[in-house]
Protein backbone atom coordinates (compact mmCIF):
# COMPACT_ATOMS: atom_id res chain seq x y z
CA UNK A 1 0.00 0.00 0.00
CA UNK A 2 1.16 3.40 -0.85
CA UNK A 3 0.27 6.52 0.54
CA UNK A 4 1.04 10.12 -0.94
CA UNK A 5 3.55 12.16 0.76
CA UNK A 6 6.48 14.71 0.04
CA UNK A 7 8.71 11.73 -0.93
CA UNK A 8 8.32 9.68 -4.32
CA UNK A 9 7.88 5.86 -4.05
CA UNK A 10 10.65 3.58 -4.00
CA UNK A 11 9.31 1.56 -6.64
CA UNK A 12 6.05 0.64 -8.83
CA UNK A 13 4.06 -2.08 -9.08
CA UNK A 14 6.30 -3.58 -11.86
CA UNK A 15 10.65 -4.12 -12.06
CA UNK A 16 13.23 -3.02 -13.59
CA UNK A 17 13.61 -5.49 -16.77
CA UNK A 18 9.52 -5.02 -16.80
CA UNK A 19 10.42 -1.36 -17.33
CA UNK A 20 13.00 -1.47 -19.60
CA UNK A 21 10.93 -3.70 -21.80
CA UNK A 22 8.11 -1.36 -21.87
CA UNK A 23 10.27 1.85 -22.46
CA UNK A 24 12.50 -0.23 -25.46
CA UNK A 25 8.67 -1.53 -26.96
CA UNK A 26 6.53 2.09 -26.18
CA UNK A 27 9.89 3.65 -27.84
CA UNK A 28 9.51 1.61 -31.47
CA UNK A 29 5.77 1.74 -31.18
CA UNK A 30 6.11 5.84 -31.16
CA UNK A 31 9.07 5.44 -33.28
CA UNK A 32 6.45 3.26 -35.95
CA UNK A 33 3.47 5.61 -35.45
CA UNK A 34 5.57 8.80 -36.88
CA UNK A 35 7.23 6.58 -39.57
CA UNK A 36 3.80 6.22 -40.85
CA UNK A 37 3.18 10.17 -40.22
CA UNK A 38 2.68 12.92 -42.07
CA UNK A 39 5.17 14.38 -39.57
CA UNK A 40 2.94 17.54 -39.76
CA UNK A 41 0.33 15.93 -38.16
CA UNK A 42 -1.18 17.64 -35.21
CA UNK A 43 -1.42 15.74 -31.29
CA UNK A 44 -5.16 15.90 -29.93
CA UNK A 45 -3.61 16.44 -26.54
CA UNK A 46 -1.17 19.27 -27.72
CA UNK A 47 -2.50 20.85 -30.54
CA UNK A 48 0.13 23.06 -30.57
CA UNK A 49 2.95 19.95 -31.40
CA UNK A 50 2.90 18.28 -34.45
CA UNK A 51 3.90 14.53 -34.71
CA UNK A 52 7.89 15.56 -35.21
CA UNK A 53 7.46 18.03 -32.17
CA UNK A 54 5.59 15.08 -30.09
CA UNK A 55 8.88 12.75 -31.14
CA UNK A 56 11.57 15.56 -30.11
CA UNK A 57 9.94 16.53 -27.08
CA UNK A 58 9.85 12.52 -26.30
CA UNK A 59 13.46 12.13 -27.30
CA UNK A 60 15.25 14.79 -25.21
CA UNK A 61 13.11 13.82 -22.10
CA UNK A 62 14.88 10.62 -22.14
CA UNK A 63 18.21 12.29 -22.86
CA UNK A 64 17.74 14.37 -19.64
CA UNK A 65 16.48 11.17 -17.80
CA UNK A 66 19.46 9.16 -18.55
CA UNK A 67 21.46 11.84 -17.27
CA UNK A 68 19.77 12.60 -14.13
CA UNK A 69 20.50 8.49 -13.92
CA UNK A 70 24.33 8.77 -14.80
CA UNK A 71 24.95 11.86 -12.53
CA UNK A 72 22.08 11.67 -9.77
CA UNK A 73 21.82 15.23 -9.83
CA UNK A 74 18.79 17.42 -11.55
CA UNK A 75 20.63 18.52 -14.68
CA UNK A 76 20.23 22.81 -14.16
CA UNK A 77 17.44 22.94 -16.92
CA UNK A 78 14.20 21.45 -18.26
CA UNK A 79 13.89 18.50 -20.57
CA UNK A 80 13.65 21.49 -23.24
CA UNK A 81 17.68 22.39 -22.16
CA UNK A 82 18.62 18.99 -23.84
CA UNK A 83 19.96 19.82 -27.43
CA UNK A 84 17.47 18.07 -29.48
CA UNK A 85 18.27 15.98 -33.34
CA UNK A 86 19.11 19.53 -35.36
CA UNK A 87 20.31 18.52 -38.86
CA UNK A 88 19.88 14.57 -37.90
CA UNK A 89 17.55 12.66 -39.02
CA UNK A 90 14.43 12.33 -36.34
CA UNK A 91 13.89 8.79 -36.60
CA UNK A 92 17.60 7.81 -36.02
CA UNK A 93 18.35 10.03 -33.21
CA UNK A 94 15.09 9.02 -31.52
CA UNK A 95 16.21 5.73 -31.42
CA UNK A 96 19.58 6.40 -30.54
CA UNK A 97 17.94 8.62 -27.36
CA UNK A 98 15.88 5.58 -25.77
CA UNK A 99 19.43 3.46 -26.50
CA UNK A 100 20.88 6.00 -24.45
CA UNK A 101 18.26 5.81 -21.72
CA UNK A 102 18.36 2.02 -21.55
CA UNK A 103 22.05 1.73 -21.73
CA UNK A 104 22.49 4.03 -18.47
CA UNK A 105 19.70 2.55 -16.60
CA UNK A 106 21.40 -1.05 -17.57
CA UNK A 107 24.68 0.14 -15.63
CA UNK A 108 22.87 1.61 -12.96
CA UNK A 109 21.52 -0.05 -9.83
CA UNK A 110 18.24 0.64 -9.30
CA UNK A 111 18.40 2.11 -5.81
CA UNK A 112 21.08 4.45 -6.51
CA UNK A 113 19.61 7.80 -5.29
CA UNK A 114 19.02 10.52 -7.67
CA UNK A 115 16.83 13.38 -8.17
CA UNK A 116 13.15 13.19 -8.89
CA UNK A 117 10.18 14.79 -8.24
CA UNK A 118 10.51 14.44 -4.29
CA UNK A 119 12.63 13.34 -2.10
CA UNK A 120 13.77 9.12 -2.46
CA UNK A 121 14.36 9.24 -5.90
CA UNK A 122 16.36 6.36 -6.83
CA UNK A 123 17.45 5.36 -10.74
CA UNK A 124 14.00 3.20 -10.13
CA UNK A 125 12.13 6.14 -10.50
CA UNK A 126 13.29 6.76 -13.50
CA UNK A 127 12.43 3.27 -15.05
CA UNK A 128 8.84 3.56 -14.32
CA UNK A 129 8.23 7.60 -15.03
CA UNK A 130 10.21 7.00 -18.53
CA UNK A 131 8.11 3.83 -19.15
CA UNK A 132 4.93 6.05 -18.40
CA UNK A 133 6.59 8.98 -20.20
CA UNK A 134 7.00 6.98 -23.85
CA UNK A 135 3.84 5.02 -22.98
CA UNK A 136 1.31 8.52 -22.93
CA UNK A 137 3.36 9.81 -25.88
CA UNK A 138 2.97 6.58 -27.79
CA UNK A 139 -1.03 6.90 -27.26
CA UNK A 140 -0.51 10.78 -28.68
CA UNK A 141 1.47 9.65 -31.69
CA UNK A 142 -1.01 6.85 -32.32
CA UNK A 143 -4.12 9.26 -31.98
CA UNK A 144 -2.05 12.02 -34.05
CA UNK A 145 -2.31 9.56 -37.05
CA UNK A 146 -5.77 8.10 -36.41
CA UNK A 147 -4.88 5.18 -34.69
CA UNK A 148 -7.25 3.51 -32.06
CA UNK A 149 -4.24 2.80 -28.65
CA UNK A 150 -4.32 0.39 -26.22
CA UNK A 151 -2.56 0.24 -23.40
CA UNK A 152 -1.01 -3.02 -21.90
CA UNK A 153 -3.19 -3.89 -18.44
CA UNK A 154 0.32 -4.09 -16.47
CA UNK A 155 1.62 -1.16 -17.32
CA UNK A 156 -1.54 0.92 -17.24
CA UNK A 157 -2.65 -0.26 -13.81
CA UNK A 158 1.31 0.90 -12.56
CA UNK A 159 0.54 4.04 -14.57
CA UNK A 160 -2.58 5.00 -12.31
CA UNK A 161 -0.63 4.14 -9.21
CA UNK A 162 2.23 6.48 -10.94
CA UNK A 163 -0.52 9.43 -11.19
CA UNK A 164 -2.35 8.93 -7.89
CA UNK A 165 1.44 8.67 -6.03
CA UNK A 166 3.27 11.43 -7.80
CA UNK A 167 1.66 13.08 -10.32
CA UNK A 168 -1.64 14.61 -8.56
CA UNK A 169 0.59 15.93 -5.36
CA UNK A 170 2.80 16.99 -8.06
CA UNK A 171 0.51 18.78 -10.10
CA UNK A 172 -1.33 20.76 -6.94
CA UNK A 173 1.02 23.70 -8.10
CA UNK A 174 -0.44 23.53 -11.74
CA UNK A 175 -4.23 24.55 -11.37
CA UNK A 176 -6.66 24.88 -9.00
CA UNK A 177 -8.34 21.64 -9.45
CA UNK A 178 -8.12 19.07 -6.89
CA UNK A 179 -10.40 16.38 -5.22
CA UNK A 180 -13.78 17.37 -3.04
CA UNK A 181 -14.79 14.12 -1.70
CA UNK A 182 -12.98 10.63 -1.67
CA UNK A 183 -13.37 8.77 -5.12
CA UNK A 184 -12.43 5.11 -5.66
CA UNK A 185 -10.44 4.20 -8.72
CA UNK A 186 -11.43 0.62 -9.87
CA UNK A 187 -10.00 -1.32 -12.53
CA UNK A 188 -12.21 -3.74 -14.02
CA UNK A 189 -9.63 -6.05 -15.86
CA UNK A 190 -7.27 -6.17 -12.89
CA UNK A 191 -7.51 -6.30 -8.99
CA UNK A 192 -6.22 -3.22 -8.33
CA UNK A 193 -8.18 -0.31 -7.40
CA UNK A 194 -7.07 3.02 -5.76
CA UNK A 195 -8.62 6.05 -3.05
CA UNK A 196 -8.31 9.09 -3.79
CA UNK A 197 -9.14 12.09 -0.84
CA UNK A 198 -9.42 15.62 -0.79
CA UNK A 199 -5.89 17.86 0.80
CA UNK A 200 -6.81 17.60 4.69
CA UNK A 201 -4.88 21.20 4.88
CA UNK A 202 -5.98 24.15 3.10
CA UNK A 203 -2.10 23.90 1.15
CA UNK A 204 -1.77 20.52 0.94
CA UNK A 205 -1.95 17.50 -1.54
CA UNK A 206 -4.66 15.09 -2.16
CA UNK A 207 -4.06 11.60 -0.49
CA UNK A 208 -4.02 8.82 -2.10
CA UNK A 209 -3.89 4.80 -0.90
CA UNK A 210 -3.86 1.71 -2.99
CA UNK A 211 -3.62 -0.89 -5.31
CA UNK A 212 -4.70 -2.65 -2.45
CA UNK A 213 -7.53 -1.53 0.02
CA UNK A 214 -9.47 -3.02 2.39
CA UNK A 215 -13.20 -3.15 1.92
CA UNK A 216 -13.61 -0.26 4.71
CA UNK A 217 -11.53 2.08 3.07
CA UNK A 218 -13.26 1.64 -0.23
CA UNK A 219 -16.60 2.03 1.17
CA UNK A 220 -15.78 5.62 2.14
CA UNK A 221 -15.58 6.63 -1.25
CA UNK A 222 -18.34 9.00 -2.57
CA UNK A 223 -17.81 7.85 -5.53
CA UNK A 224 -16.87 4.80 -7.79
CA UNK A 225 -14.79 5.67 -11.60
CA UNK A 226 -14.71 1.87 -12.74
CA UNK A 227 -12.98 1.12 -15.95
CA UNK A 228 -9.94 -0.76 -17.41
CA UNK A 229 -6.88 0.01 -16.28
CA UNK A 230 -5.88 1.66 -19.93
CA UNK A 231 -9.04 3.93 -19.79
CA UNK A 232 -8.42 4.82 -16.50
CA UNK A 233 -4.91 5.84 -17.34
CA UNK A 234 -5.79 7.91 -20.62
CA UNK A 235 -8.61 9.05 -18.86
CA UNK A 236 -5.95 10.57 -15.54
CA UNK A 237 -4.15 12.05 -19.03
CA UNK A 238 -6.35 13.58 -20.24
CA UNK A 239 -6.02 11.40 -23.45
CA UNK A 240 -9.85 10.29 -23.80
CA UNK A 241 -12.26 12.45 -25.74
CA UNK A 242 -14.67 14.31 -23.13
CA UNK A 243 -17.51 12.34 -24.72
CA UNK A 244 -16.17 9.25 -24.20
CA UNK A 245 -15.92 8.84 -20.86
CA UNK A 246 -19.50 8.15 -19.91
CA UNK A 247 -19.27 5.51 -22.44
CA UNK A 248 -16.31 3.95 -20.83
CA UNK A 249 -16.45 4.31 -17.38
CA UNK A 250 -19.28 3.29 -14.98
CA UNK A 251 -19.61 5.86 -12.31
CA UNK A 252 -21.35 5.39 -9.40
CA UNK A 253 -22.31 8.16 -6.53
CA UNK A 254 -21.32 11.88 -6.11
CA UNK A 255 -20.57 12.90 -9.81
CA UNK A 256 -19.39 16.15 -9.22
CA UNK A 257 -16.56 13.83 -6.64
CA UNK A 258 -15.80 12.07 -9.54
CA UNK A 259 -15.53 14.63 -12.44
CA UNK A 260 -12.91 16.84 -10.20
CA UNK A 261 -10.70 13.63 -10.00
CA UNK A 262 -10.46 13.48 -13.66
CA UNK A 263 -10.18 17.35 -14.04
CA UNK A 264 -7.12 17.08 -11.55
CA UNK A 265 -4.40 18.75 -14.51
CA UNK A 266 -1.51 15.61 -14.10
CA UNK A 267 1.28 17.16 -15.30
CA UNK A 268 5.00 15.61 -15.44
Known amino acids: MTRIADSVPAHGALDPPSYAAFIRAEGAR ?39 VRTGDFPGGGSSTVPG ?24 DPAQPTWAFGDGGTAEFWSRRQAHEVCVHRVDAELAIGGTPVVDPDLAADGVGEVVEVMMPRSQRFGPH ?14 SRWLVSPPAEPD ?51 QAAARAVLDVRVVP
Open 30 to 68: LLAAYETGPDSARVPACPEWTLADLVAHTGRVHRWAAEI
Open 85 to 108: PGDSELGPWYAESVGLLLDQLAVT
Open 178 to 191: RPIAPVLLRCTDQS
Open 204 to 254: GVPAGIGPTLTDTEAASAAATIAGTAGDLLLALWRRLPAGELDRRFAVDGD
